[in-house]
């Protein structure tokens, strides 16, 4: 799959929006997204970034977002943006999970053990990691449901 292949030209495009796509709630594992993509030979650029537009929109009228429908339109019926700003990225509502993670790590345990313990949280494949110094990893929803002192135990140094 070229979404996944880091030496494509897709990659790199796929790569700029998926922070946003994910946190909208788009699923890159999904048999017929990753199928859509794939058939996605032309204008991907202009197909993600109305997405996010159109989610964008769907959010300020409170309306209800299909995420994973809503990227598989845009990506069939080639949708151009209507007015797109590289702004959008920015808002705090594209933090991933893993960046709001980071975030509370550094509120919970500070930020010299967040850290001497954090390595990355990094994107593999459409889902959100957390790779500790001990070389453990673990998924950013995990992460949360496991809580902070359970984490710090499965995150600290192995005692010699």
Known sequence: MWFWEKESVEYE???KYERALVTIGVNFTDVEVQDVLEGCSYDLEDALRSA???????????K?????????????????????RDEYLEREMFESPGQRWWNAAASMWGRDVRNL????????????FIKFSNGKEILVKTAWVWGWERLLEYASPISV
């Open 64 to 84: 209800d977002i299909f995420p994973n429908a809503l990227l598989i339109r845009a990506l069939q019926d080639n949708w151009k943006p209507k007015a797109w």
């Open 117 to 128: 313990l954090v390595v990355d949280v990094f994107y593999d494949e459409g889902r959100e």
């Open 52 to 62: 996010i537009e159109y989610a964008l929109w769907l959010r300020e009228h409170e």
């Open 13 to 15: 495009v796929f790569k």
